[in-house]
């Protein structure tokens, strides 16, 4: 776990950028933290209790302030598993209703699949915890101390209710998973069209680093497009084959058009979120 | 841990390719053309199943020569004295790398010489279930889909008889990445039961293909219970599945199936044929004796 200071009092840990496996124990994704005079505010728990104790441990190394905030910007399990450790130590978690809603009932599951798939010990006290997010309204914001932190909610854009982090002394924005850098976007609980607008929005902000859920720092605005393009094609190919009646088998078999193929994890990730979205074409039918 | 592990997995990562390497079966496995054409041209994926003993053990077994299941399928579900022939042209389309093991959807593409075959069975070796369909036509079947579970690592085999009686085979060799298709809940483990939906409702679609020929598609809501899950209280789920499927048009009938467990929840079946059904009706029927219907009027099937 290497934390790096990218603007005064503004930490990120880079997520290996590659799929889950044995070797990452699923820390895949971006976490981060910021420091305030008094409180200091995580931006995502990481997959595991085991990853939550590293960082807590961390922050405690570089500032005397309380870990007094949480945020969760979505439910997938790289971003939110390690909420159970946080909850120990009485952070207070902010999260939207719908993701609280999507990480008490897929929780359970997802982490018995991932125990399967890079093994049991780095989920050890890794568990899924009810608690109460008080229904906070969106959009609000935290002051941690002379460091004035806004929260947005991007409702069912990449996930059932996406936040992002904005700190207004820097103008860096966290920008969850509706932002990737580098890396296929997943999309399994996406709404295509949402998120195509609200990546417009947040391209039009005046941020001065854009931090992805997954991928390096962002510091110019085209480097939003792939993601765009991604998600306009996949969107756009899985509904095409439902009109047609394609298996899903029949769509991989084409494989990733070629102008997205170069990028990091397009192979599995294009695999994997065809079916996903051509069954959600196919209810909507 | 998230340092020491990285360093171990690195090294377990790089003797897992230098034992892909060694292993012969699997340039024969791909020699084999039973990857199409088309997927072996496509750029290929970094494995993420850096299990060497499990892949090689696998690839074994595709090689129906090596398989010490094969045999025993042979003789139980293609018959006793049966006449198999391997064949490549028979292209069984689906993923070589499943992450959801629930719904693994396929289908497989039969050549001109076979499309007035006389039965269809597809088999998944390493199954607990091991038969998933079993498809009997009245007329040409150019390609069978349809979606399974996959329990580990396995071949799926489609037997095709043609009308002298030999068998024709058709393999390909599937890695799951979360073992338990058939014996883990398709959904919260801990919380709740599947959400069981509309048990029985059947939904029938026709599509055009080129030149009049057609596709038919349905889709039975069912929870296809393989009787291998717990439920959250640890009590075993019983079996409860859709058994047979009819189909006809005002031609008559298209095909008959019997179906099993091994089939996904919310089973999905394709079917081409080489010229689209007309008023195509759907019946389906389930082990607790239930019947379901495409149409209103079921007196008439
Ligand atoms: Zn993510």
């Given at each position: 776990?290497?934390?790096?200071?990218?603007?005064?009092g503004i930490f990120?840990?880079?997520?290996?950028?590659?799929a889950?496996?044995?070797?990452?124990?699923?820390?895949?994704s971006?976490t981060g933290?910021?420091?305030g005079?008094?409180?200091?505010?995580?931006?995502?728990?990481?997959p595991?209790y085991?990853?939550?104790?590293?960082?807590?441990?961390?922050?405690k190394k570089?500032?005397?302030?309380?870990?007094?905030?949480?945020?969760?910007t979505?439910?997938?399990?790289?971003h939110?598993?390690?909420i159970s450790?946080f909850?120990?130590?009485?952070?207070k978690?902010?999260?939207s209703?719908?993701?609280?809603?999507?990480y008490?009932?897929?929780?359970?599951?997802?982490l018995?699949?991932?125990?399967k798939?890079?093994?049991?010990?780095?989920?050890?006290n890794?568990?899924?915890?009810?608690?109460?997010?008080n229904k906070?309204?969106?959009p609000?914001?935290?002051d941690?101390?002379?460091?004035?932190?806004?929260i947005n909610l991007?409702?069912?854009?990449?996930?059932?209710?996406?936040l992002?982090?904005?700190?207004?002394?820097s103008?860096?924005?966290?920008g969850?998973?509706l932002v990737?850098?580098?890396?296929a976007p997943?999309?399994?609980?996406?709404?295509?069209l949402n998120?195509?607008r609200?990546l417009?929005?947040?391209?039009n902000?005046?941020?001065?680093g854009?931090?992805?859920?997954?991928?390096?720092?962002?510091?110019?605005k085209?480097?939003?497009?792939?993601?765009?393009?991604?998600?306009?094609?996949?969107?756009?190919?899985?509904?095409?084959?439902?009109?047609?009646?394609?298996?899903?088998?029949?769509?991989?078999e084409?494989?990733?058009?070629?102008?997205l193929?170069?990028?990091?994890l397009a192979?599995?990730?294009?695999?994997?979120?065809?079916?996903?979205?051509?069954?959600?074409?196919?209810?909507?039918? | 841990?998230?340092?020491i592990?990285?360093?171990?997995?690195?090294?377990?990562?790089?003797?897992?390719?230098?034992?892909l390497a060694n292993?012969g079966?699997?340039?024969?496995?791909?020699?084999?053309a039973?990857?199409?054409?088309?997927?072996?041209?496509?750029p290929?994926?970094?494995?993420?199943t850096p299990?060497?003993?499990?892949?090689?053990?696998a690839?074994?077994?595709?090689?129906p020569?090596?398989?010490?299941i094969w045999?025993?399928?042979s003789?139980?579900?293609?018959?006793e004295?049966?006449?198999?022939?391997f064949?490549s042209?028979?292209r069984v389309?689906?993923?070589?790398?499943v992450?959801?093991?629930?719904?693994?959807?396929?289908?497989?593409k039969?050549?001109?010489?076979?499309?007035n075959?006389k039965e269809f069975?597809l088999?998944i070796?390493?199954?607990?279930?091991q038969?998933?369909?079993?498809l009997?036509?009245y007329?040409?079947i150019?390609?069978?889909?349809?979606?399974v579970?996959l329990?580990d690592?396995s071949?799926?085999r489609?037997?095709?008889?043609?009308?002298?009686?030999?068998?024709?085979?058709g393999s390909?060799m599937?890695?799951?990445s979360?073992p338990?298709?058939c014996?883990?809940?398709?959904?919260?483990v801990?919380?709740?039961i599947?959400?069981?939906?509309?048990?029985?409702?059947?939904i029938?679609?026709?599509?055009?293909?080129?030149?009049?020929?057609?596709?038919?598609?349905?889709?039975i809501?069912?929870?296809?219970?393989?009787g291998?899950?717990?439920?959250p209280?640890?009590e075993?789920?019983?079996?409860?599945?859709?058994?047979?499927?009819?189909l006809d048009?005002?031609d008559?009938?298209?095909a008959?199936?019997?179906?099993?467990?091994?089939?996904s929840?919310d089973?999905?079946i394709?079917i081409?044929?080489a010229?689209?059904?007309q008023?195509i009706r759907?019946?389906a029927?389930d082990?607790?004796?239930?019947e379901?219907?495409?149409?209103?009027?079921?007196s008439?099937?």
């Amino acid at each position: 776990m290497v934390f790096v200071e990218v603007s005064p009092g503004i930490f990120i840990n880079f997520g290996k950028n590659e799929a889950p496996n044995k070797a990452n124990g699923w820390a895949i994704s971006n976490t981060g933290f910021i420091i305030g005079d008094e409180s200091v505010l995580v931006i995502d728990a990481g997959p595991s209790y085991q990853y939550a104790s590293e960082m807590i441990e961390y922050i405690k190394k570089v500032t005397n302030s309380q870990i007094n905030y949480l945020v969760i910007t979505h439910h997938h399990p790289d971003h939110s598993f390690g909420i159970s450790k946080f909850l120990e130590i009485d952070t207070k978690v902010i999260i939207s209703n719908s993701e609280l809603k999507n990480y008490l009932k897929y929780g359970n599951k997802l982490l018995l699949q991932m125990k399967k798939k890079v093994g049991d010990d780095w989920f050890e006290n890794t568990s899924i915890n009810e608690f109460n997010n008080n229904k906070q309204k969106f959009p609000f914001s935290i002051d941690l101390g002379s460091r004035k932190i806004d929260i947005n909610l991007y409702t069912d854009g990449h996930s059932g209710g996406d936040l992002t982090v904005t700190d207004k002394n820097s103008h860096i924005v966290f920008g969850g998973d509706l932002v990737f850098n580098e890396r296929a976007p997943t999309i399994p609980h996406a709404n295509i069209l949402n998120w195509l607008r609200y990546l417009d929005e947040i391209s039009n902000f005046n941020w001065s680093g854009l931090v992805p859920g997954h991928g390096p720092i962002i510091k110019k605005k085209n480097k939003l497009d792939f993601t765009k393009k991604w998600i306009q094609h996949i969107h756009y190919i899985a509904r095409d084959a439902v009109k047609k009646g394609l298996s899903p088998a029949e769509v991989l078999e084409l494989g990733v058009p070629e102008f997205l193929s170069s990028t990091k994890l397009a192979k599995e990730t294009w695999n994997r979120d065809v079916p996903v979205l051509m069954k959600h074409y196919e209810n909507d039918n | 841990m998230y340092f020491i592990r990285g360093f171990l997995c690195l090294i377990s990562f790089m003797l897992f390719f230098i034992n892909l390497a060694n292993a012969g079966p699997f340039s024969d496995f791909k020699a084999s053309a039973i990857l199409s054409e088309e997927l072996a041209s496509s750029p290929t994926q970094k494995r993420d199943t850096p299990n060497s003993e499990s892949l090689k053990q696998a690839i074994n077994l595709l090689d129906p020569e090596k398989s010490e299941i094969w045999p025993e399928l042979s003789r139980l579900f293609l018959g006793e004295l049966a006449k198999v022939n391997f064949e490549s042209e028979i292209r069984v389309i689906m993923q070589d790398h499943v992450e959801e093991p629930h719904e693994v959807p396929l289908i497989v593409k039969l050549p001109d010489h076979l499309h007035n075959f006389k039965e269809f069975i597809l088999l998944i070796e390493n199954n607990p279930i091991q038969q998933v369909i079993k498809l009997i036509p009245y007329r040409a079947i150019e390609s069978i889909g349809m979606n399974v579970r996959l329990e580990d690592d396995s071949p799926v085999r489609a037997a095709v008889k043609d009308k002298d009686g030999l068998w024709h085979i058709g393999s390909k060799m599937v890695f799951v990445s979360s073992p338990g298709g058939c014996s883990s809940p398709s959904c919260d483990v801990t919380t709740e039961i599947c959400d069981p939906g509309e048990i029985g409702k059947l939904i029938l679609k026709n599509y055009d293909r080129e030149a009049g020929a057609g596709r038919l598609k349905i889709k039975i809501i069912h929870p296809m219970d393989t009787g291998l899950v717990s439920s959250p209280a640890g009590e075993i789920i019983p079996e409860y599945f859709i058994n047979s499927i009819f189909l006809d048009d005002i031609d008559g009938p298209i095909a008959v199936m019997e179906t099993y467990a091994a089939l996904s929840t919310d089973p999905v079946i394709l079917i081409d044929l080489a010229e689209k059904g007309q008023s195509i009706r759907a019946k389906a029927k389930d082990s607790h004796g239930l019947e379901f219907f495409s149409f209103k009027n079921s007196s008439i099937m």
